[in-house]
Protein backbone atom coordinates (compact mmCIF):
# COMPACT_ATOMS: atom_id res chain seq x y z
CA UNK A 1 0.00 0.00 0.00
CA UNK A 2 1.23 3.38 -0.69
CA UNK A 3 1.86 5.96 1.88
CA UNK A 4 -0.59 8.88 1.96
CA UNK A 5 -0.30 12.75 3.56
CA UNK A 6 -3.02 13.88 5.49
CA UNK A 7 -3.96 16.99 6.70
CA UNK A 8 -6.48 17.23 9.38
CA UNK A 9 -9.11 19.80 9.09
CA UNK A 10 -9.63 20.07 12.56
CA UNK A 11 -6.48 20.54 14.44
CA UNK A 12 -4.31 21.05 11.27
CA UNK A 13 -2.53 17.63 12.21
CA UNK A 14 -0.18 16.49 8.84
CA UNK A 15 0.73 12.84 9.27
CA UNK A 16 1.37 10.30 6.86
CA UNK A 17 -0.80 6.77 6.76
CA UNK A 18 -0.31 3.74 4.83
CA UNK A 19 -4.14 4.23 3.25
CA UNK A 20 -5.64 2.29 0.60
CA UNK A 21 -8.29 3.53 -1.87
CA UNK A 22 -10.93 1.24 0.30
CA UNK A 23 -9.74 2.58 3.92
CA UNK A 24 -9.83 6.38 2.08
CA UNK A 25 -13.39 5.89 0.62
CA UNK A 26 -14.40 4.43 4.16
CA UNK A 27 -13.19 7.01 5.90
CA UNK A 28 -10.98 4.88 8.03
CA UNK A 29 -8.36 7.50 8.44
CA UNK A 30 -8.18 9.55 11.26
CA UNK A 31 -6.12 11.76 12.82
CA UNK A 32 -3.54 10.29 15.51
CA UNK A 33 -4.05 13.51 17.38
CA UNK A 34 -7.51 14.41 17.54
CA UNK A 35 -9.21 11.09 16.71
CA UNK A 36 -10.83 13.16 13.84
CA UNK A 37 -12.02 11.76 10.53
CA UNK A 38 -12.06 15.16 8.83
CA UNK A 39 -8.95 14.63 7.17
CA UNK A 40 -8.06 15.21 3.61
CA UNK A 41 -5.51 13.49 2.01
CA UNK A 42 -3.08 15.33 0.30
CA UNK A 43 -0.75 15.44 -3.18
CA UNK A 44 0.83 12.45 -3.75
CA UNK A 45 4.46 11.84 -2.85
CA UNK A 46 5.21 10.45 -5.93
CA UNK A 47 4.89 13.95 -7.71
CA UNK A 48 7.27 14.17 -10.55
CA UNK A 49 10.46 15.65 -8.83
CA UNK A 50 12.56 17.47 -11.72
CA UNK A 51 15.88 19.06 -10.81
CA UNK A 52 16.42 22.33 -11.99
CA UNK A 53 17.46 22.39 -15.48
CA UNK A 54 20.50 23.57 -15.86
CA UNK A 55 20.69 25.90 -18.61
CA UNK A 56 23.56 27.18 -19.59
CA UNK A 57 24.45 29.48 -22.44
CA UNK A 58 23.49 33.42 -22.78
CA UNK A 59 23.70 33.28 -27.11
CA UNK A 60 20.22 34.72 -27.66
CA UNK A 61 18.37 37.86 -28.55
CA UNK A 62 20.78 39.61 -30.91
CA UNK A 63 21.64 43.20 -29.71
CA UNK A 64 21.42 45.55 -32.70
ZN1 LIG B 1 -6.64 16.32 14.14
Same mark, same amino acid.
Given at each position: ????????????? $?????? +??????? /? &?? !???????? $?????? +??????? /? &?? !???????????
Amino acid at each position: MPVYEFRCNRCGH $EFEELA +SWRDLED /G &KV !QCPQCGSK $EVRRKL +SLFATRY /G &KS !QSSGSSCGPTG
